[in-house]
């Protein structure tokens, strides 16, 4: 049995998937209307943003790209925390982030102003798809697991 420490040390390796989680919750929460992809209307991480979406290929939809690198983070997160055996750490972290954004979307269509998309949600799933796919490819590249 684990010391009331390393449960809480435990406990803490999610807090990031979690706040993400609820970061995407809270944002998905309200209408961006058109002007949601202004760089301007980001601060400081205005520029970051329009060098993502300068660099984005002319034929992807900013709002499915956007989707993608919102989702393969949760994933990244997630995998972050998992203490599990690698493929099992992969194929949950997946499966996780694609129930999320299931959820994600379906809230969405509660939300004056905002819609349900299924081509949102298999950003969503290519995202975390492609993030996990990095994230193996980089660790065993370091000799992690």
């Known amino acids: 049995m684990r010391e009331p420490s390393q449960h809480r040390v435990g406990l803490l390796r999610w807090l990031p998937a979690a706040l993400w989680a609820l970061g995407i919750f809270i944002a998905s929460?309200?209408?961006w209307g058109p002007s949601a992809f202004d760089p301007s209307r980001y601060g400081v991480f205005g520029p970051v943003i329009a060098a993502f979406f300068a660099a984005l290929p002319a034929a992807l939809p900013?709002?499915?790209a956007?989707?993608?690198v919102i989702f393969g983070v949760q994933a990244a997160l997630l995998r972050a925390a998992s203490d599990r055996p690698?493929?099992?750490a992969v194929r949950w972290s997946w499966l996780?982030?694609?129930i999320w954004g299931a959820i994600d979307e379906v809230h969405q269509g509660f939300v004056p102003g905002r819609s349900q998309d299924v081509w949102d949600w298999l950003?969503?799933?290519t995202g975390a798809l492609v993030a996990l796919v990095v994230w193996e490819v980089v660790s065993r590249?370091?000799?992690r697991q």
């Open 29 to 31: 929460s309200r209408d």
């Open 62 to 64: 900013r709002d499915k």
């Open 66 to 68: 956007v989707h993608a």
């Open 86 to 88: 690698r493929f099992a």
């Open 96 to 98: 996780a982030t694609a």
């Open 123 to 125: 950003a969503d799933c």
């Open 141 to 143: 590249l370091r000799g």
